[in-house]
């Protein structure tokens, strides 16, 4: 093993340790401040890392200003379609930006990690662009870190709730650092430190912000990264096959419609703006119609509309969301209620359901493709 190689695993086992230190110590006991303890540990990784592997300076060549105007197009474009649909859904006022020391106190942390991720990426990247494992490994250690300061508390124990929490935020993540490192690997910082400064502060800065929920807003931060690594890879893809490329237009691909609607329909399936939803599926209760791990869309549930023997319904019980078969539908005290039970389960549902806590009917089974988040949930939570 070589001795560049000992301190990429350094400061790899240094990153991974404090994470989780900041999840099991730090966050419960200083929430407060745990955002400027993650601050000064950031700068101490960043000293080390450029002690351990050197800093060589980032050339702002002809490739990074075409890749720079490529990503600023696209978050023009982004900004514009994310007002222009607050138009129709409303706008609210931002409650980070409401005084010129809430202001300070809010985005003054959140810009020094992202300047320090973005300098601990490119000092590692560059320090190790014959050594591809570390970049990927150091890619995955980032995301990590970012999900642990991002969320509160991991709901092991809700598959729902975990499967939202994927879409929301984990998957975000995963695509934004892919792309931030494949950035990094070829042109340097800059973009990089460019694009989150933008996408990850303006919330902390704008006066009035676009309602349209959370997970509209998840898919801005899934779609955007994508077009531009698509757009990107094809400048880099000329530049390597040696070909001149005179950047006249932004560079739309065949490809982008596609991987976009997939991208859309998925986001609003699982955020409910659809008529229908999408959740996973954590047992084998419904097997084998419906298996552990299979994701299944929904149609929402109209009370008004009475439900028949045989179909399969999704209710809420006790804050989760259980999907079983009506195999009995009865009356108490005047009002229709169902009995529900798994098929494979021996015995009926211990309580009845009523039409209030039916969110929805399944509709369509997708097979195996939310067994990450239940293998997830089982690691964790056993």
Not at 170 to 197: D, F, Q
Not at 368 to 381: G, K, M, R
Request: aromatic letters at 12%.
């Amino acid at each position: 093993m070589t001795k560049r190689s000992i301190k990429n695993i350094i400061l790899l086992f240094l990153l991974v340790a404090y994470i989780v230190v900041y999840k099991l110590f730090i966050f419960n006991n200083y929430m407060k401040i745990s955002e400027m303890i993650s601050v000064s540990f950031l700068a101490l990784l960043l000293c080390i890392s450029i002690a351990f592997l050197g800093f060589r300076r980032s050339k702002n060549n002809y490739m990074s200003q075409n890749v720079s105007q490529i990503v600023l197009i696209y978050l023009l474009i982004t900004f514009a379609l994310m007002y222009g649909l607050g138009l129709f859904t409303g706008f609210l006022q931002n409650a980070y930006s409401m005084s010129a020391i809430n202001l300070i106190n809010n985005i003054v942390a959140p810009i020094l990690i992202i300047v320090l991720v973005e300098m601990l990426r490119y000092v590692v990247i560059w320090a190790n662009r014959d050594k591809k494992r570390y970049i990927v490994l150091f890619t995955i250690a980032l995301t990590i870190f970012e999900i642990a300061i991002g969320v509160r508390k991991i709901p092991f124990d809700d598959y729902e709730a975990l499967f939202r929490m994927s879409a929301t935020i984990i998957i975000p993540a995963i695509i934004k650092n892919a792309v931030m490192s494949y950035l990094c690997y070829h042109v340097g910082y800059k973009i990089p430190l460019m694009y989150r400064l933008v996408m990850d502060v303006y919330i902390f800065i704008v006066p009035i912000v676009p309602n349209y929920g959370e997970y509209l807003q998840s898919l801005i931060l899934v779609t955007l990264p994508i077009v531009i690594y698509i757009s990107a890879f094809s400048l880099i893809d000329e530049r390597n096959k040696k070909v001149e490329h005179i950047f006249t237009k932004t560079n739309f691909t065949l490809l982008d419609i596609p991987v976009a609607i997939i991208i859309l329909v998925l986001a609003c399936l699982i955020s409910g703006f659809f008529p229908h939803f999408m959740i996973g599926i954590g047992s084998e209760s419904m097997s084998p119609k419906i298996n552990k791990g299979d994701a299944v869309i929904i149609e929402k549930y109209n009370q008004k509309k009475e439900l028949k023997k045989g179909q399969i319904v999704a209710y809420r019980r006790d804050k989760r969301l259980i999907v079983h078969r009506i195999v009995e539908v009865g009356k108490k005290n005047g009002k229709t209620v169902y009995v529900t039970k798994g098929d494979v389960n021996k015995s009926v549902d211990s309580q009845v359901v009523l039409p209030k806590d039916i969110k929805g009917i399944v509709r369509v089974r997708i097979p195996l493709i939310a067994y990450p988040t239940v293998w997830l949930s089982e690691l964790f939570y056993g």
